[in-house]
């Protein structure tokens, strides 16, 4: 059974902060794998999050991580993981 899914728990998140998150990998398991590198630290980079206001922070970090997924460099990016070779578009 290929494993598809991954996660972060992250217990020092930030001084007063834990993050937990499961990525379910129906969009393949190399999407999973670059939100578990990737999404924490842009969550952190929102203006939202350096203000405190981390529900908010969550709903920003969402929607912008999930709009770079389809741009031509991720995309490059989720091929690597994938063990896709990449052609030369992007």
Known sequence: MEVI????CLLEF??????FAVYDGHG???VA???A???PQYIKETK???EGRFNEALEEA???FDAILTTPKI???LKVLAGVESDDEG
């Open 75 to 77: 995309v490059q990016e």
């Open 48 to 50: 939202s999050y350096k």
């Open 37 to 39: 590198a990737n999404l």
């Open 28 to 30: 393949g398991a190399e």
């Open 62 to 64: 969402f929607l912008g």
């Open 14 to 19: 930030d001084e007063n902060t834990a993050l």
């Open 5 to 8: 899914d991954a996660h972060n």
């Open 33 to 35: 794998q670059y939100c």
